[in-house]
């Protein structure tokens, strides 16, 4: 048999292996394109790397599963979260205690539309590495939020676990008197992966050889302090995670003495036109970062998506990002009590940067910060678990044009009815809605947003502690949760075989 035939046979193979079925055709020789529309198929598995939430003794963490109900996914299907081990562990292949946390999780998730709750405290929570198959797979959402009382990143820290990914950028991290941050890597597959950490300052890169080629063994999560990789004192960092070889979920921990701390999330992709969705409208300081990683320098201009519509900022009517090092620019109380999402578009040359906002909210000595990092659109769907009532705000924007999106609230952890509502989002504005709560509601609850009509949609959701005199808070963006995938439709035509 020719190479050919065997490689078409193989082609047609992993179609039906990703996809649940699949069929070859060759063109009919007429000249007319007659192939159909690729369709939209749900993703039959996804997943998750939730890093380690804390090394404080102090820290109360809670993590909650949710899947939402898509239409044409598989009935069957499970999910689980299963601990990762430390790199130590990893090398040294202990097990026992090990073997025994995986056996018990920290959260089951359950069937697509109902989410499911764990909490764990103390330091020692690991990261966990996180797998959905078939009907549980699509838009799968783990959030894990820690509370610390007390110390360096007091407050509330929030993260949404990642999908694995072979690049990241991480604008907004620091290495200056005061911040403690890590870069925390997970590896969820069986073979080590190695990558690179490089980080750039306002000067550049930064000289370092600890960063390059780290090993990460099979199924192991490691962090890795800042100011160890480069002993070079700098208020704003862009840190980049290259993967060599496999591929690994990463995330930035970034944890002040006097600001609190949340984690840091990787920004959307380089792209010369980019959105910071929802800046809490209560902020007291915003700090924007960015960097560019090619050879141009980037001029943007500097917008704020308001209630009323696109605005510019007094004093920071643009910004230039020299090529290759990291721009901070102090925005002060930018949203001035009104909800908003910042906006950069180029006033020239397209240059693709990336960027992300650092948020302080309260004053004295009841501060804390977060980040907004820019975020790709909601697109189809996009969901983010653990809602609580009164404490969550879901922030929309649509920069370019009007659009129409349907908000809803999944039944709650403990108890309630799911509700739904439509919201029609005017262009150039950002808007803080009343989001739907489930009726009866006990426990948490995911949101699920879904664009209807119109241009494309960014949100975030801002979700703030429980006790009503700090100003503890974390942001999560919504990009779309990649629930479905396209795949080509064509008829099964054999006679190609023999070709």
């Known amino acids: 048999m020719k190479r050919t035939t065997l490689s078409l046979i193989a082609c047609a193979t992993a179609l039906a292996a990703v996809t649940g079925f699949a069929a070859v055709s060759a063109p009919d020789g007429s000249g007319t394109d007659t192939a159909a529309p690729a369709a939209r198929l749900p993703v039959e598995r996804t997943s998750l790397l939730c890093p380690a939430p804390s090394t404080s003794d102090l820290a109360e963490t809670a993590y909650t599963s949710f899947t939402p109900v898509t239409k044409g996914a598989d009935e069957k299907g499970d999910a689980e979260l299963a601990t990762a081990e430390t790199a130590e562990e990893g090398g040294k292949g202990e097990k026992d205690d090990k073997d025994e946390k995986k056996e018990k999780p920290v959260v089951q998730p359950k069937a697509p539309g109902t989410p499911v709750a764990g909490k764990t405290t103390g330091a020692d929570a690991p990261a966990l590495i996180g797998t959905a198959e078939g009907g549980t797979a699509p838009g799968w959402t783990v959030q894990q939020t820690t509370e610390v009382a007390a110390g360096t990143g007091r407050g509330l820290q929030g993260v949404n676990c990642t999908a694995p990914d072979t690049e990241f950028w991480f604008p907004g991290a620091s290495t200056a008197t005061g911040r403690t941050d890590y870069v925390h890597l997970t590896n969820p597959d069986d073979s080590a992966a190695v990558v690179d950490i490089e980080l750039y300052g306002k000067d550049g890169a930064l000289k370092s050889t600890v960063g390059e080629g780290v090993t990460v063994p099979p199924h192991t999560s490691e962090s890795l302090l800042l100011s160890t990789l480069s002993e070079v004192k700098e208020t704003d960092l862009t840190v980049h995670v290259g993967v060599r070889s496999g591929r690994l979920g990463a995330a930035v921990q970034a944890l002040d003495d006097k600001t609190g701390g949340d984690w840091l999330t990787a920004a959307a992709d380089p792209a010369s036109e980019l959105v910071l969705p929802g800046i809490p409208k209560d902020a007291t300081a915003v700090r924007l970062v960015l960097f560019t990683p090619g050879g141009t320098d980037a001029d943007l201009k500097v917008r704020l998506a308001s209630p009323s519509g696109l605005i510019t900022p007094a004093g920071h009517e643009t910004v230039h990002v020299k090529a290759g090092m990291t721009t901070g620019v102090d925005l002060g109380e930018v ?165």
Request: hydrophobic share 35%; aromatic share 2%.
């Open 335 to 499: 949203t001035r009590g009104e909800a908003g999402s910042l906006v950069l578009t180029p006033t020239d040359g397209a240059v693709p940067v990336v960027a992300a906002v650092r948020v302080v909210r309260g004053k004295g000595d009841e501060q804390e910060s977060a980040f907004v990092p820019a975020s790709d659109p909601v697109g189809a769907r996009a969901t983010v678990a653990d809602n609580r009532a009164k404490s969550t705000t879901l922030a929309l924007s649509a920069p370019d044009e009007a659009a129409q999106v349907k908000v809803t609230a999944s039944a709650g952890t403990e108890g309630g009815t799911p509700a739904t509502k439509t919201y029609t989002i005017k262009a150039g504005t950002t808007q803080n809605v009343d989001a739907p709560v489930p009726a009866g509601l006990k426990g948490s609850y995911a949101l699920t947003v879904e664009t209807v009509s119109g241009g494309p949609v960014h949100a975030s959701r801002t979700l703030t502690g429980s006790d009503d005199d700090v100003a503890a808070f974390t942001v999560q963006t919504l990009p779309d949760d990649r629930g479905m995938v396209s795949v080509p439709n064509a008829d099964e035509d054999l006679s190609v075989l023999q070709k």
